[in-house]
């Protein structure tokens, strides 16, 4: 499954979420595990350019949910030709839509923007 070719999926019960900060966030998270200035980094660049591998993948999805409530696939972030702020714009619609797309292609991979459940 590439991450440009399943639904999101979004709780009609979740409180919008802003491109901006997400993006933000992203690409701080990526500055940390590339040992590059977040502000030197492009977020329109394919996530091809930073190289990351599963681990990478899943450590990012888990800690979006932890700053964010958001309920991520992991595999999102392993499609290469996708990039954050394509994600970012896809997670800032789902949250105000039942589905969206990455760069205006078909809709996302599994990008589950949903609460957690409470515990």
């Not at 394919?46 to 899943?58: E, F, G, I, K, R």
């Not at 789902?94 to 409470?118: D, F, K």
Request: hydrophobic share 45%.
């Amino acid at each position: 499954m590439t991450a440009t070719s399943d639904t999101i999926q979004a709780n009609p019960t979740l409180s919008s979420l802003d491109r901006e900060p997400l993006q933000g966030w992203m690409m701080a998270y990526l500055a940390t595990i590339c040992g590059e200035a977040a502000e030197r980094m492009d977020p329109g660049q394919p996530l091809a350019v930073y190289d990351l591998d599963s681990v990478d993948a899943v450590e990012m999805a888990l800690e979006m949910e932890k700053a964010f409530r958001i309920v991520l696939d992991p595999e999102i972030f392993l499609d290469t030709a996708t990039s954050i702020a394509a994600i970012a714009t896809a997670i800032a619609t789902a949250s105000t839509a039942t589905h969206a797309s990455i760069n205006g292609n078909e809709p996302v991979a599994e990008l589950s923007a949903r609460r957690p459940p409470q515990v």
